[in-house]
């Protein structure tokens, strides 16, 4: 938990602190560059829970390709006054135990960079995407899988990429990265598959430059949010049931920059697949809500907003629940002050719940 939670915060700080250098004067064209890799990945699955004790020592083998798409223009610079590269992802990797089979990775990332040099870049990569993984718990024909037990999952990822140029036309490109997938605790057995990963690779410069008007996001200082949202899960020790998760949280957001906001705000729920867990260990005269204060940082797109957030309980009377938590959201605007998505909620390595939510915004 803890490096999951201090990459978070690194990340977090780092945007806070260079948005608050953008200046106010909006470029008119956005300048973006192609290019292409293809990396064979290694890596080996961590087995961080007593649960999942027999993934220890899988290794993990794939390749990955990357589409980059790196901004040139001088608003690029206001995210976090330097250069960033973004774009998609598609990976594949085996795992050598044959429990855990095989899984393809699908994301979209983002890179801000903290060095650019002509000859040499290092950035923090984030990812977001789903995965589709080939064998799922089944009682009968994979009952030794309680990492997984859906064929589709969200990921996410974090860590570090650098890139050497070797000619005019191809970089050395070096990731190390800490890979997470699971089912948000919508179906159970769910713990989930964390594995770092590093590889080496080849990037190929297209020869492509796309240059486009520059369109900016909702105009604000000040951006208020309500929320309610809902979940639908199993629990561990009742796998054949699902229990509802459902909850509201105010947000108070302050625009930082053209595409960035910091944010606080408090949560509350109720968590019925606790309640149930709770009366079958005999603890019933626990309290099955919670609430939480939270802490982050959002990009604001033109029709999207991508969230990350840590939280701190206020009130929690379930003690398996660790303290601190982290939010991870992809919301859609469809209106002037609607936006409608989807937010992970994590402890430590493994997720707690998956909700959808709707969210009311005034803007100020």
Request: charged fraction near 20%; charge should be positive.
């Amino acid at each position: 938990m803890k490096k999951i939670t201090g990459i978070l915060f690194f990340f977090i700080f780092l945007i806070i602190e260079k948005s608050l250098a953008q200046i106010n004067d909006l470029p008119e064209k956005k300048i973006t560059r192609f290019k292409i890799s293809l990396s064979p990945v290694y890596g080996f699955v961590f087995a961080h829970d007593v649960q999942v004790k027999n993934t220890a020592g899988t290794i993990v083998t794939g390749v990955e390709i990357k589409l980059k798409r790196i901004r040139l223009d001088a608003e690029a610079k206001h995210y976090i006054h330097n250069s960033f590269n973004s774009g998609f992802s598609l990976a594949y990797y085996q795992f050598s135990k044959d429990f855990l089979g095989y899984a393809f990775y699908g994301s979209y990332y983002i890179e801000p960079y903290l060095i650019n040099h002509k000859k040499f870049v290092l950035g923090v990569v984030a990812k977001a995407g789903l995965s589709y993984n080939s064998n799922p718990f089944n009682e009968i024909t994979n009952s030794q899988n309680f990492s997984y037990s859906l064929y589709l999952n969200p990921y996410l990822c974090l860590g570090f990429n650098s890139s050497i140029s070797a000619s005019k036309n191809l970089d050395l490109d070096l990731d190390v990265m800490f890979n997470h997938n699971s089912n948000g605790a919508v179906y159970h057995p769910n713990y989930g598959i964390n594995f770092p990963t590093a590889s080496l690779g080849i990037v190929y410069d297209l020869k492509r430059t796309k240059i486009k008007d520059i369109i900016p996001p909702e105009k604000f200082v000040w951006r208020f949010d309500l929320m309610p949202f809902a979940s639908y899960k199993t629990i561990s020790l009742d796998k054949k049931h699902f229990y509802w998760v459902y909850g509201a949280a105010l947000q108070a957001n302050r625009k930082i920059g053209y595409f960035n906001a910091v944010n606080v705000g408090l949560e509350c729920v109720v968590d019925f697949g606790a309640k149930k867990t709770l009366e079958i260990e005999g603890r019933s005269g626990l309290d099955y809500k919670r609430a939480g204060i939270l802490l982050g940082h959002e990009f604001i797109f033109k029709k999207f907003n991508f969230s990350q957030q840590i939280g701190i309980y206020g009130y929690n009377q379930i003690p398996e629940l660790t303290r601190i938590y982290h939010r991870w959201g992809l919301y859609y605007k469809f209106g002037k002050n609607w936006m409608a998505g989807a937010n992970l909620s994590a402890h430590r390595q493994t997720a707690d719940f998956l909700d959808c939510r709707i969210i009311y915004s005034i803007y100020r």
